[in-house]
């Protein structure tokens, strides 16, 4: 089992900084979707389900 870096800072207004084993990244929050740099966005559904989704490759 590898070990996992993961740190991630608000930045206020629904902004977020992401720190990982595979670098940085920003992500911002807009209501229920969260959408970041790598473009990866995520949809809460309801508590305790999401769905993730890729806008680009």
């Given at each position: 089992?590898?070990?996992?870096?993961?740190?991630?800072?608000?930045?206020?207004?629904?902004?977020?900084?992401?720190?990982?084993?595979?670098?940085?990244?920003?992500?911002?929050?807009?209501?229920?979707?969260?959408?970041?740099?790598?473009?990866?966005?995520?949809?809460?559904?309801?508590?305790?389900?999401?769905?993730h989704?890729?806008?680009?490759?």
């Amino acid at each position: 089992m590898g070990l996992i870096f993961r740190r991630s800072k608000d930045l206020g207004r629904g902004v977020r900084l992401n720190a990982s084993n595979r670098g940085v990244s920003f992500s911002k929050r807009f209501g229920r979707t969260t959408v970041d740099s790598r473009g990866r966005f995520s949809v809460r559904l309801f508590k305790g389900l999401t769905w993730h989704g890729r806008l680009w490759k």
